[in-house]
């Protein structure tokens, strides 16, 4: 298939765009390139790109694809709440637009990265695709809105998925140190303390990006009435943690660190256990691969391997601090539009 993969040099779609590549797909990324050039080993080969910010794709850009995966967008909690009016922008308005644009191209597959944090503080139940859904922070919100908007452009041609992934952990090329797995490992590398600043009681879903992008490849592929406008959430049932059992899966995979449970962040509303039984029904192609055990491993051997630094750790693979660098350096205008030359 001609696949167009939004977000394709992010954290996500670096991992995405080589599975699709050896999976035979004819893969164009488009992405403006906020995190391009944050790395973690050797340069990563990215597909032709459309290097073009979200909110100005045109409908000639969409021309001649047989599907389009939607990962772009700015992609965190924290980030969300900072910038509110421009998390719905990028994230609601521009992906209804892209879609629309989409659907008038004549692209019939619509594959939409979404979260499992749209149940928001869902407590001890399992939450299973048609829970309630209960956002709490504007970046869940935003994921919420489009899914809506994408039930109402759903047709006969076009058909729109809803990807719920858990928290994703693992290695990439392009690394992210603000998600749960990756940061633990990277704090044992460089301090040698698993530091858990909740009480650890909180649930978290967790899935590797490899499998995500294996989700993605079997609902690309799937007989139409297997996932014509439905949400999948995306993850396995072992990997439902809570935030101390995490951490002592990092203890495990870091030689010499110990765990420290501070509890100073009080109460943490974002805690949800989820039910992975439609993918594994409607989708028997995805079989997830990645236990946190095994991610924490593969994460530490490539933190050692590519040796990661504090000042990389803690600014080039955090989004906010990033993006907030490059706010200051110029490069990076107030509404996330790169400035001049893009940074590769
Ligand atoms: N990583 C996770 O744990 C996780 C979990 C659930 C859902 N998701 C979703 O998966 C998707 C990918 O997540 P990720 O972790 O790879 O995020 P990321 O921040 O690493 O990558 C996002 C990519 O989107 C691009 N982008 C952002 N705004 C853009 C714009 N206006 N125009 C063009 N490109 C733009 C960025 O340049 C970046 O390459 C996101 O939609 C995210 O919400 C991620």
């Not at 956002?135 to 058909?159: G, H, I, N």
Request: charged share 20%; hydrophobic share 45%; net charge negative.
């Amino acid at each position: 298939m001609r696949v167009l993969l939004t977000g394709h040099q992010g954290y996500l779609g670096s991992v995405m765009a080589v599975r699709l590549a050896e999976a035979g797909h004819d893969v164009v990324g488009l992405d403006s390139g906020l995190f391009a050039d944050c790395v973690l080993g050797p340069n990563p080969a990215d597909p032709p790109t459309i290097a073009v910010d979200l909110r100005d794709v045109t409908v000639e850009q969409l021309a001649g694809f047989d599907a389009v995966i939607h990962l772009a967008a700015l992609s965190n909690d924290p980030l969300g709440s900072l910038a509110p009016t421009l998390t719905y922008d990028i994230n609601h308005f521009a992906s209804t637009r892209l879609a629309k644009l989409s659907r008038e191209a004549g692209v019939r597959r619509f594959l939409y990265a979404s979260t499992c944090s749209v149940y928001g503080a869902a407590g001890e139940d399992l939450v299973g695709e048609d829970a309630p859904l209960r956002p709490v922070t504007p970046y869940a919100e935003s994921k919420v809105r489009v899914e809506d908007d994408l039930v109402q452009l759903a047709d006969d041609d076009f058909t729109p998925v809803f990807l719920r992934n858990a928290t994703a952990f693992g290695f990439s090329p392009r690394l992210r140190a603000d998600i749960v797995l990756n940061n633990l490992v990277g704090h044992a590398v460089l301090s040698g303390e698993v530091r858990v600043l909740s009480d650890g009681t909180p649930w978290r879903p967790l899935v590797h990006a490899a499998d995500i992008a294996d989700a993605f490849l079997a609902a690309l592929v799937a007989p139409r009435e297997s996932v014509h406008c439905r949400a999948f959430n995306v993850g396995m049932a072992e990997n439902n943690l809570t935030v101390a059992q995490i951490a002592e899966a990092v203890v495990e995979a870091v030689p010499g660190s110990k765990l420290v449970i501070t509890g100073e962040a009080g109460a943490d509303p974002r805690s949800y256990r989820v039910d992975f039984a439609r993918i594994t029904e409607h989708l028997p192609a995805f079989v997830p691969q990645w236990t946190v055990a095994a991610g924490a491993v593969e994460l530490h051997s490539a933190y050692v391997e590519h040796g990661l630094t504090e000042q990389a750790f803690t600014k080039r693979f955090t989004r906010l601090a990033r993006l907030a660098d490059r706010q200051s350096a110029g490069s990076l205008a107030d509404d996330m539009r790169p400035v001049g030359a893009r940074v590769l």
